[in-house]
């Protein structure tokens, strides 16, 4: 069982930036593929990137490449996502996900393929 607990959310003006963290108990991080997803009033649930379990791919939604960069440290069993140029239309709920699977990050862009889940971030952005 993993637990993962997200953190560094906020509310930041337009092309600001932040970093959100995700850190995990249970088990090491290494295990796992870690995704980020976000979900903001009245719309589905939609992939923001993924990392690969050894840290050696990565995979962006087209909304965000060239913005946001995942990066992880399993010695510290924390993943991150540093989002800059940040735009009224990244406000949603962050969360972090851990997938047991060895796939690389390409692969990882539904939601359906994790296993385990944070509670959570809110990211607000405003104009």
């Known amino acids: 069982q993993v637990q993962l607990v997200e953190s560094g959310g906020g509310l930041v003006q337009a092309g600001g930036s932040l970093r959100l963290s995700c850190a995990a108990s249970g088990r090491t991080l290494s295990r796992y593929g870690m995704g980020w997803f976000r979900q903001a009033p009245g719309k589905e649930r939609e992939f923001v990137a993924a990392?690969?379990?050894?840290?050696?791919?990565?995979y962006y939604a087209d909304s965000v490449k060239g913005r946001f960069t995942i990066s992880r440290d399993n010695a510290k069993n924390l993943v991150y996502v540093q989002m800059n140029s940040l735009k009224p239309d990244d406000t949603a709920v962050y969360y972090c996900a851990a997938d047991r699977t060895r796939r690389t990050a390409d692969k990882m862009g539904s939601s359906a393929g994790y296993d385990y889940w944070g509670q959570g971030t809110q990211v607000t952005v405003s104009s």
């Open positions: 990392i690969s379990w050894s840290g050696g791919s990565t």
